[in-house]
């Protein structure tokens, strides 16, 4: 049950569904999409014949379902909205980062690929003035030693002079500033390896796979792996003079170099503005096994993982478009994240083909959370269609139809949308349905953790 005392219109609910002659198959449903907090609601039917007889080998229809509906998953990765299908999310992000770092037979990704050389390198925002943070030494400028919990870290420490409007559209152009950096990357290599570009895309690929992460300021910055291939992808060996340190030097190259930055034309109200990276530049060697090192492959994936369901709501702000500034009186959003918000509408005017107020809830960040180049390694569609064929084929053995023939098998259906979502009484059952599972795979990753580092120091 719920650990939280229920109102007693919600308790009342609760009872209802829970007193229902259909509930155990409610529970199911529930159950089959995770836990999910808000799932879809289908009705329809789907049948199975015989192509050759015409037989009717299965019928399903929702017309017996609680409500007369099939709940299935939303598919929805922040947590903040629904928890366990962003667990799923970053479970295939796991393993797309994962493959690339460790290899996949099954995505035809080598366990070679361990060879090649890869950094995973954090790429960080400029000032944009002052602000409360815990430094490993002394105290913070404000003269204070913050707890890990004070909700003034990451706030201005004077918000009359902070760049707020530096802030949202730094953010804004965040994507851009990507791009140019992985151009840039492209010739550095080639300049260190004496090569040409034409000459590079002959010998070696460069491949990554990266994740936004919004720092309690609310600048976004990116956490990326960073691989060179042999000029085929991870199936190729890269040439002998690609080596860690050289994929170090050229990233720090790269992010510091002038055609490295994206520009921002001045307004009648605003200066131009050139963004580059900030000072703060990590790059660290990934290591295949532990060795006293945080950074192992498991350790990236699972930090790469943990991001790609958050967004921007440690800054408190909302995790959805906002309509009007007095939302933000009603959700209590901090002063220090209601400027950059209030940023991103001031400025909208300004720069119209920025769309900083339809991105005002990710403080003017507009581009993807997670991302990969084509050859990093597998991609999320192709984790998602695993899971999706190995369900169908569940469902055929149970439906007892896995010894006849995909192609003998004709599938009629019929679906429609009706809606979205719990009462609030099903939701309180869902969310302790959620935990339940959570628990279970909690402990079934906490074996395998360990089974996996007995592996890894057998091997070493």
Same mark, same amino acid.
């Given at each position: 049950?719920?650990?939280? $005392? ?10 209802? #569904? ?70 799923? =999310? ?73 760049? =707020?409007?530096?802030? #949202? ?50 600048? #976004? ?22 080596? #860690? ?13 002038? =055609? ?46 943990? =991001? ?47 769309? $900083? ?37 569940? &469902? ?49 990753? &906490? &074996? ?13």
């Amino acid at each position: 049950m719920p650990e939280t $005392l229920l109102d007693p219109a919600t308790l009342g609910d609760l009872l209802r #569904v829970a007193s229902a002659v259909d509930y155990h198959r409610w529970e199911e449903q529930v159950r089959r999409t995770g836990g999910c907090a808000d799932p879809i609601h289908l009705t329809g039917w789907t049948i199975h014949k015989d192509k050759t007889t015409g037989e009717t080998l299965h019928r399903y229809s929702t017309e017996g379902e609680p409500g007369g509906r099939l709940r299935v998953a939303c598919g929805n990765r922040r947590a903040s909205r629904c928890p366990a299908c962003a667990w799923t =999310y970053a479970g295939d992000t796991y393993h797309l980062i994962r493959a690339g770092l460790a290899g996949d037979d099954r995505r035809d990704i080598p366990a070679t690929v361990r060879d090649h050389p890869r950094v995973f390198a954090t790429l960080t925002a400029p000032s944009f003035g002052p602000v409360h943070n815990r430094p490993d030494h002394g105290t913070c400028r404000c003269g204070a030693r913050h707890a890990p919990d004070a909700p003034e870290l990451g706030t201005a420490l004077d918000p009359a002079t902070y760049d =707020y409007a530096g802030a #949202v559209l730094f953010n804004n152009h965040a994507g851009q500033l990507w791009q140019r950096f992985t151009n840039r990357l492209r010739r550095e290599i080639a300049a260190r390896a004496g090569l040409t570009q034409r000459e590079l895309k002959e010998s070696a690929r460069l491949s990554y796979g990266k994740v936004a992460e919004f720092q309690k300021r609310g600048a #976004v910055h990116f956490h990326a792996v960073v691989r060179i291939d042999g000029p085929d992808g991870p199936g190729t060996p890269p040439p002998s003079w690609a080596t #860690v340190q050289l994929l170090a030097d050229a990233i720090r190259a790269a992010a510091a170099h002038s =055609y490295t930055s994206t520009s921002v034309p001045a307004t009648a109200d605003q200066p131009a503005r050139t963004f580059r990276w900030g000072t703060q530049l990590d790059v660290r060697p990934v290591k295949a096994f532990g060795d006293g090192s945080d950074i192992t492959e498991q350790a990236v994936a699972s930090y790469v993982a943990k =991001y790609a369901t958050k967004a921007a709501e440690n800054t408190g702000t909302l995790d959805r478009r906002i309509g009007e500034l007095s939302e933000l009186d009603r959700h209590g959003v901090p002063d220090h994240t209601r400027r950059l918000i209030t940023a991103c509408r001031d400025l909208d005017p300004l720069y119209p083909d920025r769309r $900083l107020w339809a991105w005002a809830h990710m403080l003017g960040f507009r581009g993807h959370f997670s991302s990969k180049s084509r050859h990093y390694s597998t991609t999320l569609g192709a984790l998602r269609q695993a899971r999706a064929d190995y369900r169908a084929a569940q &469902e055929h053995a149970a439906l007892g139809l896995d010894d006849r023939e995909p192609d003998t098998v004709l599938v009629l259906a019929d679906w429609q949308y009706a809606g979205h979502g719990h009462t609030p009484g099903e939701s309180a059952l869902a969310a302790t349905i959620a935990r339940d599972l959570q628990l279970n795979r909690e402990t079934a990753r &906490e &074996e395998l953790a360990a089974l996996r580092q007995e592996g890894e120091q057998d091997h070493a």
